[in-house]
Nanobody
């Protein structure tokens, strides 16, 4: 069964950090661009950051640029999202996704990957 599983979400104070992980089972991540998306209550799902198959190219939404870092370890079949200087407006369910066709900015903007994870909640607040 093909699956993406996110972990690392939780409750953090403003200014804090979290690292999200996205692990794949049933398929090999190195053949896919991987993206992190988020959806807050009442809002559309947005592309936060996407990384190419090799990891050499990345894209970040303007709202997270300079604060979030996406990386991948193909040997571990895992992709990470390091989130620093978190703000209350970063509160959302975060999803990882795998796309065999699109990469980086097109993947994050078009939001039509082949596979989605189930999501992990990130809450930034006191």
């Amino acid at each position: 069964q093909l699956q993406l599983v996110e972990s690392g979400g939780g409750l953090v104070q403003p200014g804090g950090s979290l690292r999200l992980s996205c692990a794949a089972s049933g398929f090999t991540l190195e053949y896919y661009a991987i993206g992190w998306f988020r959806q807050a209550p009442g809002k559309e799902r947005e592309g936060v950051s996407c990384i190419s198959k090799s990891g050499r190219a990345t894209y970040y939404a303007g709202s997270v640029k300079g604060r979030f870092t996406i990386s991948r370890d193909n040997a571990k079949n895992t992709v990470y999202l390091q989130m620093n200087s978190l703000k209350p407006e970063d509160t959302a369910v975060y999803y990882c996704a795998a796309d065999a066709v699109r990469t980086t900015q097109p993947m994050c903007v078009q939001k039509r990957p082949n596979y989605w994870g189930q999501g992990t909640q990130v809450t930034v607040g006191g």
